[in-house]
């Protein structure tokens, strides 16, 4: 969600006025809900030299298993203690439980911010 900044209105019910306008580290962006499917990537310009990619849609994961880390297919998305309608619309984000090609495992990464889904497999 967005930051809306401050009420416009005071405890009183009175009008407040706008000091100044909104600065440009206080615009956000919408989330990038990142999907169960094909992959789609995009680039976004972030703060200083740097640029985001944000992963849309992606259907790999890199799934650490002890001592190895092997790259697996995403077939769904189980539990998301985010929001429980991401688990119907099949949406990643840090924290969420997916079925992969190797078991069942925790996303540990934020593919919204960096592109890439990083897990760790459930015992």
Known sequence: MQDQGRST???TGGRL??????????LGRLPTETEVGEQR?????????VTK????????ASVNKGDETVSAE??????????????????ITKG???????G?????SRPGQTGQVN???LD
Do not use: M
């Open 96 to 102: 969420a439980v997916i079925e992969t090609s190797e």
């Open 74 to 91: 995403i077939e769904d998305v189980v539990e998301n203690d985010a929001n429980p309608n991401y688990i119907r619309r099949n949406i």
């Open 53 to 60: 990619t944000r992963a849309l849609s992606t259907d790999v």
């Open 119 to 121: 897990a760790v497999l």
């Open 9 to 11: 209105r005071k405890r």
């Open 41 to 49: 990537f995009r680039t976004v310009d972030a703060r200083g030299n």
């Open 17 to 26: 006025k706008n000091v100044r306008k909104r600065r440009k580290n206080e």
């Open 104 to 108: 069942q495992a925790r996303v540990t």
